[in-house]
């Protein structure tokens, strides 16, 4: 099956060190045209070479010899015959004469033409480097067109290159130096719409410089919500006193998703999608970019042949967005998390001076969660943890299991356990409003759950405290939850914390904050279903009412909330990228099935996430009507069940 990027608004790019030979252009050419031409064949639309790749870096005075700069251009026109069969844009590096100086330049060549050239701005002349004896910077400059070949191209630092699809495609160029230094041409190219800068480097090796290097190309990715492509020069370059690595990376928005192998003598060629849909949004939800005045910029067009189909993204599609996947990432997160949750609260209960507090724990994560964050707050403060009253309030759905769990946590942490029944409580209610107990409906349900908010809040008076609230993320988003029932509280402590990483956060506070009895009861918190447990359980005494079953996986919903709030993708986008991340474990349509339950909850349910509760945001989503996510109570889902409804399962 084969993957259509530019309707995921997704670019191939390719970045090569070539394996060249220094002073001789007409081979070097030939070995980029190999290059180009099994980029092309893999899919890729760019592919960015090195800094003076034509002729090598390290030529010296070599490069005042006008058989040399001959050379160059004759290997340019070389390279321009032969991109006709390529369908895709290929940028190098030579040394070109303009107004009697020379110039270090990028050269842009697509379709059987040179597009544009590009001057370096920063000429180094320190240390190793010794640039400013054969070149001049793109300043002095006396022409806004260069010709080569007899061919009059546009030449500037303040050119941008823009492919026909997909439409965000858009790149600049700045050379080697030009990033090192302190205001980066990059950032100004980025905000003239640039989504994806491309970097010809030669930058030799010494102890210490691959990681800052790494970082420096990572960090201005994410400076300039751009993608970043970074050629360096190979090891055909080490000659006399300097050592090159052909040291090339690929990264988005402060994320590297591809880097090569350093040190080999072969050429190499690293290959990744970059997401252009995805950085014009980050940038259309960043005020501060927006907000930026652009520099003036010359647009040239670059059209391309279809390109070859490819079957595979390469980019890795995460299935849980919200989850690290390696473990001390995982645990430096949830102590970060845990962290913020115990000081969100602590400065809550300092500022209404309350030393009780009261929450419903159930055995389930959320109110686990909830349990171990109030303790810890408590402990920071330097409050008897007696002043938190846990309430148990087993009902018509309760097992034996939960409840077991609640109790005994609440006894192995040494706070104030309440045990209360609802069901004479709430069959006086089906009384008074002549519900049949025996019809188990919403009404069935949400009598439990309001009960059990009027319990706690009636209890927090008692004791002059505050009701906690135990709701997570997902549920916020979904509206799994009831209004006025566990919907609310005096501060929602888990409001910024997806179902997907409860689990993880309880499963660290057993490995990490707790020890002995209260490991093992958390650890069999986290084993056990997640369910409101507002139904009578099975026969054998077990959970009846299982959520997933019901409102679907929270692995997929927590994919289809970060895609749709963090990233604005759409619907056809999330569907593609989630049959990508979830191939093994749920088939297309039940995919599509679960995703337009999400939709259809998720617009339908704004009612209760816009009178939420305080509560703290610990992530880059979060879903309060103060803050992060303000939306219509009423706003329409119709457009997005209308694209799912056009998928082809």
């Not at 160029?173 to 800068?197: K, Q, R, V």
């Not at 189909?309 to 890795?316: E, Q």
Request: proline share 6%; charged share 20%.
């Amino acid at each position: 099956m084969s993957v259509d990027l530019a309707p995921l608004g997704m670019l191939r790019v390719a970045v090569a060190s070539p394996a060249l030979r220094l002073a001789d252009p007409l081979y070097n050419c030939e070995v980029i045209a190999g290059l180009a031409e099994k980029a092309a064949g893999q899919g890729a639309r760019v592919l960015l070479c090195p800094e003076l790749s034509v002729t090598g870096y390290s030529c010296a005075d070599l490069f005042l010899q006008p058989t040399l700069l001959h050379g160059a251009v004759a290997g340019i026109v070389r390279l321009t015959e032969l991109s006709k069969q390529w369908p895709l844009t290929l940028i190098v590096g030579a040394p070109l004469m303009q107004g009697g100086r020379i110039f270090n330049c990028a050269v842009v060549i697509a379709s059987g033409r040179v597009v544009g050239v590009v001057p370096k701005r920063h000429i180094p002349n320190s240390q190793e480097f010794y640039e400013r004896r054969w070149f001049c910077a793109a300043e002095q400059s006396t022409s806004r067109t260069i010709v080569l070949a007899g061919d009059e191209v546009s030449f500037g630092t303040d050119l941008l290159f823009a492919l026909s699809t997909p439409a965000a495609a858009l790149f600049g160029i700045e050379l080697c130096e030009d990033l090192w230094s302190p205001s980066p041409p990059s950032a100004d190219l980025a905000l003239a719409g640039a989504t994806l800068i491309a970097n010809l480097s030669a930058s030799p090796e010494t102890l210490g410089k691959m990681e800052y290097r790494r970082d420096l190309v990572r960090l201005q990715s994410a400076r300039c919500l751009a993608a970043y492509a970074y050629a360096g020069a190979g090891p055909g370059e080490s000659s006399t006193d300097l050592v090159f690595s052909g040291h090339c990376l690929i990264t988005e928005n402060g994320v590297i998703l591809a880097e090569s192998e350093r040190f080999s003598f072969a050429s190499t060629l690293t290959l990744t999608d970059i997401d252009c849909e995805r950085l014009v949004n980050e940038r259309r939800r960043s005020s501060t970019f927006a907000a930026s005045p652009p520099m003036s910029v010359r647009i040239l067009a670059i059209e391309l042949p279809p390109a070859v189909p490819v079957t595979t993204l390469l980019r890795s599609i995460d299935p849980a967005p919200f989850v690290p996947s390696q473990r001390q990432e995982r645990a430096e997160r949830c102590a970060e998390i845990f962290a913020i949750q115990t000081t969100g609260l602590a400065r809550r209960l300092l500022h209404t001076a309350s030393q009780q507090l009261v929450l419903g724990i159930s055995g389930g994560l959320d109110s686990t969660l909830a349990l171990l964050v109030a303790v810890k707050a408590f402990d920071k403060l330097g409050l008897s943890r007696s002043g938190i009253v846990a309430v148990t309030m087993p009902g018509f759905g309760t097992t034996a299991r939960t409840r077991n769990n609640a109790e005994a946590l609440a006894a192995s942490l040494g706070v104030t356990l309440r045990v209360i029944s609802i069901d004479a409580a709430v069959r006086q209610h089906f009384a008074d409003i002549g519900h049949d107990e025996a019809r188990h409906d919403i009404t069935y349900e949400n009598s439990q759950a309001r009960e059990r908010t009027q319990i706690l809040m009636d209890i927090a008076n008692q004791v002059g405290g505050l009701v906690l609230g135990t709701g997570d993320l997902s549920e916020l988003a979904l509206g799994w939850c009831t209004f006025n029932g566990d919907h609310m509280a005096m501060y929602g402590i888990n409001a910024g914390v997806p179902k997907t990483l409860v689990r993880y956060l309880v499963e660290w506070c057993a490995e990490e904050e707790f020890i002995g009895a209260t490991a093992q009861i958390l650890h069999d918190v986290v084993a056990t279903p997640v369910s409101p447990e507002l139904l009578p359980p099975t026969a054998s005494g077990e959970i009846a009412q299982v959520t997933e079953d019901h409102v679907g996986p929270y692995r997929l919903h927590d994919f289809f909330l970060y895609n749709t709030v963090r990233l604005h993708f759409g619907p056809r986008k999330i569907y593609t990228l989630a049959g990508i991340a979830f191939a093994a474990e749920y088939p297309p349509a039940e995919i599509r099935r679960w995703l337009k339950v999400f939709f259809q909850r998720f617009f339908s349910q704004q009612f209760k996430r816009s009178v939420l509760p305080d509560g703290p945001k610990v992530g880059s989503v979060a879903l309060s009507p103060r803050g992060d996510w303000r939306m219509p109570s009423d706003a329409s889902a119709a457009l997005w069940l209308a694209e799912l409804e056009n998928l082809h399962v």
